[in-house]
């Protein structure tokens, strides 16, 4: 075993060998930093990975809420928006200039180079919020996932009226142990395998939703649906209809949202063709592919449910048969969000290991990493601090999913606060200051409307996800039974 301090200088640099710094200078990039080899196709994976998450079954119930016409137009207006603003993002990365500016690594540093001020400190606690949310809820969602397992077995040996009782914390166990395992993968740089892994889970489980639902329409056995979807007085009432609306609204506008890992995803592209040309292209790809899948699983599951749509139509049991079938969906659910984790953690492992060598570049237990041979893998570069500070936050987000397991409602209230800072008001207002938009301009008056009117969707679905989380709160059972 081998230990080296990460500080130290490049070997070129100590030996004031010519060649010798030449031939590194080939396997760095401009900043000093290891060579990166992202594509827009390893890009468009991490993305499809970020955004399509297991929340795409539930689109069924979003457009139940809103009907037929609200709900797709819904749908459609909100994968503009995500694009335009990604865009945005996207040549924000270098600053000043969107081609040949110093590189920015975190969204934090975007704001920070190009706006300044307290700003800074509202970007971080909007991201860093929403990523510490969003890996306690992948906790909980995956549990969901693999105890529908147990649950669709149970229905089929023992008939829809059986009475089961599973808990879901010893899942949630086995999905910590192995985000200990996969935390120790550096940097987001090493993720490319794990993403397009998930990707290809995601579209699985994607695919076997929306051909269910075909079966079911096909099958003559379609529900009541409306072009204003639930009916006042037969499916809700006046009061949870206007709630439920707004947190349909929500749900939809939060299932695009990927800013707060964009300029990360970003960090990982290689420097020809420029990182923003790449990056918009994987934005195109990324969002158009999850408008495709959104659409066909939200407008199909509702012809298949109706106005009873269930919130998830997988782990909800929309469907009872094949019972293998549902079994397989929920395993690449689970197999989707263990690759999902990741790709939101890494920028908060990042985060605190920039800050914490900054703060103590001498402190030999945080900047030093060992190099270990790993059979089937070579050499592996393992870093105590590392080790220890991953372990530490998987354990503490396992615990908090075990005693919140109705996280999930208080993730959409997070959602919510996060979706309008980090996905529309940050990059409008950084790309007036980058391209120095004329004040009363048309273009000036048209990002600020679009501002003002994503801030109201945002207060709006917080409003409906408190009422969510009150009612999550009431009903909540320490166990999930199967007549849930």
């Given at each position: 075993m081998k230990s080296f301090n990460t500080e130290h200088e490049h070997p070129a640099a100590e030996s004031g060998n010519v060649y010798a710094e030449s031939d590194h200078t080939k396997n760095v990039d401009d900043d000093g930093r290891e060579k990166r080899t992202g594509t827009w196709l390893t890009a468009s994976a991490h993305i499809i990975t970020a955004v399509i998450g297991s929340g795409v079954l539930s689109l069924a119930w979003a457009i139940a809420q809103l009907g037929w016409i609200a709900g797709l137009l819904i749908l459609v207006i909100f994968s503009f928006i995500t694009y335009f603003t990604s865009t945005m993002l996207a040549d924000c990365y270098r600053a000043p200039d969107p081609v040949t500016g110093k590189r920015n690594y975190t969204y934090m540093d975007v704001v920070r180079s190009y706006l300044g001020g307290r700003k800074v400190q509202l970007c971080g606690v909007a991201q860093y919020g929403n990523l510490i949310g969003i890996t306690v809820g992948y906790t909980i969602t995956a549990s969901i996932s693999l105890v529908a397992i147990g649950k669709a077995n149970c229905f089929h040996n023992k008939g829809h009226d059986a009475d089961c009782t599973l808990s879901s914390y010893p899942y949630m166990a086995a999905f910590g142990i192995i985000q200990v395992i996969l935390s120790q993968i550096p940097n987001f740089h090493k993720l490319s395998f794990l993403s397009i892994m998930a990707a290809v889970m995601s579209f699985t489980y994607a695919t076997i939703g929306i051909g269910l639902a075909i079966a079911t329409v096909a099958g003559g056995k379609v529900g009541k649906t409306n072009m204003t979807g639930t009916v006042v007085g037969v499916d809700v009432t006046a009061t949870q209809k206007i709630w439920r609306s707004f947190q349909a609204v929500g749900d939809i506008?939060?299932?695009?949202?990927?800013?707060?890992?964009?300029?990360?995803?970003?960090?990982?592209?290689?420097?020809?063709?420029?990182?923003?040309?790449?990056?918009?292209?994987?934005?195109?790809?990324?969002?158009?592919?999850?408008?495709?899948?959104?659409?066909?699983?939200?407008?199909?599951?509702?012809?298949?449910?109706?106005?009873?749509?269930?919130?998830d139509f997988?782990?909800?049991?929309?469907?009872?048969?094949?019972?293998?079938?549902?079994?397989?969906?929920?395993a690449c659910i689970a197999f989707h969000l263990i690759g999902a984790y990741q790709v939101f953690a890494q920028p908060i492992f990042q985060f605190v290991e920039k800050r914490c060598n900054r703060n103590w570049p001498d402190n030999k237990f945080i900047t030093s990493e060992y190099s270990v041979n790993v059979p089937f893998l070579g050499k592996f570069n393992i870093s105590i601090f590392r080790l220890v500070w991953r372990t530490a936050y998987v354990v503490i987000t396992t615990v908090v999913a075990m005693i919140f397991p109705f996280f999930n409602a208080i993730l959409g209230l997070i959602g919510a606060a996060s979706f309008w800072p980090l996905t529309v008001?940050?990059?409008?207002?950084?790309?007036?200051?980058?391209?120095?938009?004329?004040?009363?301009?048309?273009?000036?008056?048209?990002?600020?409307?679009?501002?003002?009117?994503?801030?109201?969707?945002?207060?709006?679905?917080?409003?409906?996800?408190?009422?969510?989380?009150?009612?999550?709160?009431?009903?909540?059972?320490?166990?999930?039974?199967i007549h849930e």
């Open positions: 506008a939060f299932a695009y949202a990927y800013a707060t890992v964009l300029i990360e995803i970003q960090d990982t592209l290689k420097s020809s063709p420029a990182e923003n040309k790449s990056m918009k292209r994987a934005s195109l790809v990324g969002v158009s592919t999850t408008s495709f899948f959104y659409i066909l699983c939200g407008c199909l599951g509702y012809a298949a449910f109706g106005n009873k749509a269930p919130g997988l782990t909800d049991f929309g469907f009872y048969e094949p019972f293998w079938l549902i079994d397989f969906a929920n008001y940050f990059p409008v207002e950084m790309h007036i200051a980058q391209t120095k938009v004329k004040k009363h301009s048309p273009r000036w008056i048209g990002l600020k409307v679009l501002c003002w009117v994503c801030l109201i969707v945002s207060l709006l679905a917080a409003a409906g996800s408190i009422a969510g989380l009150i009612s999550s709160v009431k009903t909540y059972k320490p166990f999930r039974t």
